[in-house]
């Protein structure tokens, strides 16, 4: 069973669309994150919830939205694509919410391409 | 944002040679990580050090922490291709409320 699963894997879209990425993980763990990559590899946080409870909320656009049900799933909702929203976006949990020691386990992410 | 510079970016040696990392910054971190991410995957976790000046050695692959928790070192030893991939250094804040990416290092060992 993978550990943090998140779809789709690949999205495609035009600009001006509204898309949904779902993440779920099964190792109970308590706090849940939304990572974006971009071309050139670099790893940014965007949001991290813990214990359903917003945490972080970097500068990221109001047009980007998460949503955790639970403490298993942190869906993020992304309203008027834009051709820069392309990039892989990851989702990871880990145990507790960042300690000195804790350790992320990150989704294999989903590529998101706005065209 | 606490930045953390990673060099070189790109890495392509032989299998066999060895090869060191850095990871710098100008702030000082809680803790330090290494990641590896393999393409299309998500970054796997290598090892965390927590105290400034700390070694940890995982196989061939040696992780050191700088005495003023600025700054890291991997260094791998007789590299194999499967030590292939990106690798991330990453620092958790002084309030340990955050943890940043290093630029990463695009390495590839070449059979």
């Known amino acids: 069973d993978t550990a943090v699963s998140q779809t789709p894997k690949y999205l495609v879209t035009q600009m001006g669309n509204d898309k949904s990425i779902k993440c779920e993980q099964n190792l109970g763990h308590d706090t849940m994150y939304w990572y974006k990559q971009d071309s050139k590899k670099f790893l940014k946080i965007m949001f991290s919830?813990?214990?359903?409870?917003?945490?972080i909320n970097e500068t990221v656009p109001n047009r980007f939205s998460p949503k955790s049900p639970d403490k298993a799933h942190l869906n993020l909702h992304i309203n008027s694509l834009e051709l820069g929203d392309s990039a892989v976006y990851f989702c990871?949990?880990?145990?507790?919410?960042?300690?000195?020691?804790?350790?992320?386990?990150f989704g294999s992410g989903t590529q998101l391409s706005v065209l | 944002t606490q930045l953390l510079e990673q060099s070189p970016q790109f890495l392509s040696i032989q299998e066999g040679e060895n090869l060191t990392v850095y990871c710098n910054s100008s702030?000082?971190?809680?803790?330090l990580q290494w990641y590896r991410q393999e393409p299309g995957e998500g970054p796997v976790l290598l090892v965390t050090?927590?105290?400034?000046?700390e070694v940890k050695k995982l196989k061939r692959l040696t992780f050191q922490f700088g005495d003023a928790r600025k700054d890291s070192s991997l260094h791998i030893t007789a590299a194999q291709p499967g030590d292939t991939g990106l690798y991330l250094c990453?620092?958790?804040?002084?309030?340990?409320?955050?943890?940043?990416f290093g630029t990463g290092t695009r390495l590839t060992v070449i059979p």
């Open positions: 990453a620092g958790a804040g002084a309030g340990a409320n955050n943890l940043f």
């Open positions: 702030s000082v971190f809680s803790s």
């Open positions: 919830y813990n214990n359903k409870e917003l945490i």
């Open positions: 990871a949990s880990s145990q507790r919410y960042f300690g000195r020691r804790e350790k992320l386990f």
């Open positions: 050090v927590v105290t400034g000046g």
